[in-house]
């Protein structure tokens, strides 16, 4: 629950970065990319969120979409294994161009959706 519930604020956050300058979201990525840690990290990162979204998706509102969210993540960070680290860095940069006109609407969906899992993982729970 405690998890699920940080991440949806960790999501916030980042997605006001995104609404209030996608320029600077979009310079983030690009520079992110460059690290040497950057394909691991976002292996690692992903494998350990969908492993902790299907342990704990009992303990919300909707359990078996955050079940599906948290395979879904698990089937991302394989996928980002086998892409392999020089098509993933390619990936980064090109899409941190092609896609900053979008950043700022899919900033307000991502914080909306970072609300929605604060509230199915806490509030929502509490209140049930």
Not at 45 to 54: E, K, N, P, T, Y
Not at 59 to 72: D, F, K, N, S, V
Not at 91 to 107: E, L
Request: include cysteine; charged fraction near 10%.
């Amino acid at each position: 629950m405690y998890f699920i519930t940080g991440f949806g604020l960790l999501m916030m956050c980042l997605s006001i970065i995104m609404i209030v300058n996608p320029a600077y979201w979009s310079d983030g990525i690009i520079s992110f990319s460059k690290k040497t840690y950057f394909h691991w990290f976002e292996i690692i990162s992903r494998l350990i969120a969908g492993i902790l979204f299907v342990i704990f998706s009992n303990t919300t509102l909707y359990p078996q979409l955050i079940l599906a969210i948290g395979y879904l993540l698990i089937c991302v960070g394989a996928g980002l294994f086998i892409t392999g680290a020089t098509k993933h860095r390619t990936f980064a940069v090109w899409s941190a161009h092609k896609f900053k006109s979008t950043f700022r609407p899919a900033g307000f969906a991502s914080l909306m959706f970072g609300i929605f899992l604060v509230y199915i993982s806490s509030i929502g729970v509490i209140s049930s």
